[in-house]
């Protein structure tokens, strides 16, 4: 199985202002995926990290607002920007691995305040 | 598209009695992954157990099995013999076989043990 981290674990932040959420993965991974959680909610997909190319964005969310980067197999980051109250939730980052190609392996999420 | 759906927001069991969680899903598709994952308050997701759509037999991760129903899109969970551990939300997913490996997750179950 895959570990994933993280960071930061939770922060709280003004609005209008980001914050970049960093996802490592301590192997190389095929797929990797960012989830919202909104509080007492199930989770969302926000899009898929694409290695080498544009993240592929689900209804909903746009790149202006969420911009994603995955410069290699193992690390990937969520920018959350100009942040509004409603952008508070849990962020979780995802992988599937070649060789658990059946399985999606979770971080312990981001918990964002935004104030 | 798909969706996964989740008719108890709440459920609650015994120590050592047997719950069972219900999960119904809707495709069109006929190759396809179910999943349930647990998460407890730390929020880290943790995969119960899996379910291949083309597989008759159902699956079972010692004190969890599935009773998956293909025809009836019906997928539930049991939990045998409940430990204060078991604790959580339990959230049932749904994956196709191919392409966009995204999951689509229902609005969850949230278990309490009662000791």
């Known amino acids: 199985s895959a570990v994933i981290s993280q960071k930061p674990s939770r922060d709280i932040c003004q609005r209008g202002t980001s914050l970049t959420i960093q996802c490592q993965v301590d192997?190389?991974?095929?797929?990797m995926f960012w989830y919202r959680q909104q509080p007492g909610q199930s989770l969302t997909l926000i899009a898929t990290a694409n290695q080498g190319s544009e993240a592929t964005y689900e209804s909903g969310f746009v790149i202006d607002k969420f911009p994603i980067s995955r410069p290699n197999l193992t690390f990937s980051t969520l920018t959350v920007s100009n942040m509004s109250p409603e952008d508070s939730s849990i962020y979780l980052c995802s992988a599937q691995g070649a060789v658990t190609y059946n399985e999606q392996f979770f971080g312990p999420g981001t918990r964002l305040t935004v104030l | 598209a798909q969706t996964v759906t989740q008719s108890q927001p709440e459920m609650s069991v015994q120590e050592a009695e047997t719950v069972t969680l219900s999960c119904t899903y809707d495709t069109s598709e006929s190759d396809y992954y179910l999943f349930w994952y647990k998460q407890p308050p730390s929020r880290q997701m943790i995969l119960v157990i899996r379910?291949?759509?083309?597989?008759?037999q159902n699956a079972t991760e010692n004190r969890f099995s599935v009773n998956f129903q293909k025809a009836a899109k019906s997928f539930s969970l049991k939990i045998s013999d409940s430990q204060l551990g078991d604790a959580a939300m339990y959230f049932c997913a749904y994956r196709i076989n191919f392409g966009n490996e995204k999951l689509t997750f229902g609005t969850g179950t949230r278990l309490t043990i009662i000791p």
């Open positions: 192997s190389q991974v095929t797929m």
């Open positions: 379910q291949e759509a083309y597989k008759q």
